[in-house]
């Protein structure tokens, strides 16, 4: 399984992310922990993985680009639209994150919980909810993260991003192109940086 991950971290490294906090992050959490038993020999793919209930888990690659444009430092409080497995949650947690994260499907959601909790996770928080409404009771949050594509950004996760934090959001139709979005907010006005195209799971 080492050498899989090793595998895994080189092909990352060979598309441009190089950044050691991310991929120290990626290496300390086996991504065999939150795929089904049956993948688990696919676990170090660089591709994404079905999880049940019509989702995935982002391809590693994805997660480490996602993570990096998110630009946070230890301590920083981010929210996690699309818990899924957990396997996000996990990868923000490592790096020092306090992680606030929402899944609307219930049974991923009581999986995911338990899974965070097995794995010690003290400081990546769950609820069941629509990720629409965001979470305002701990914004604002430093970044955002969502990993399910709606075909336009939710103004409630706008409103809930602090100044000058980092939303990260793929956008599109739910068959058809999308968008891979960094939006910034800065002195009341939004930056948006497109990061190239995307293919992601409907925001529900």
């Known amino acids: 399984m080492k050498d899989e991950v090793t595998a895994m971290l080189d092909l990352i490294r060979a598309r441009g992310i190089c950044d050691p906090a991310v991929l120290g992050a990626l290496e300390r959490v ?3 922990h939150f795929v089904p038993p049956d993948l688990d020999r696919r676990a170090c793919g660089d591709y994404p993985l079905p999880i049940g209930h019509g989702q995935t888990i982002s391809q590693p690659y994805i997660v480490a680009l996602m993570t990096l444009a998110l630009e946070l430092e230890r301590g920083d409080r981010v929210l996690e639209i699309g818990t899924g497995s957990g396997y996000q949650a996990a990868i923000l947690a490592e790096m020092g994150m306090e992680v606030y994260t929402l899944e609307v499907v219930p049974a991923l ?16 928080h769950c609820r069941l909810g629509d990720g629409h409404a965001g979470w305002l009771e701990y914004a604002p949050y430093q970044g955002i993260i969502a990993t399910a594509a709606p075909e336009e950004i939710p103004p409630s ?34 930056v948006k940086i497109d990061l190239g195209g995307v293919a992601f799971v409907p925001f529900v």
């Open 109 to 124: 959601y009581e999986e995911a919980q338990a899974r965070l909790v097995a794995l010690g996770y003290t400081q990546i």
């Open 157 to 190: 996760l706008v409103e809930q991003l602090a100044e000058g934090g980092r939303l990260i959001i793929p956008v599109g139709p739910r068959n058809g192109y999308q968008t891979l979005w960094k939006v910034i907010k800065v002195a009341g006005r939004l």
């Open 30 to 32: 086996p991504r065999r």
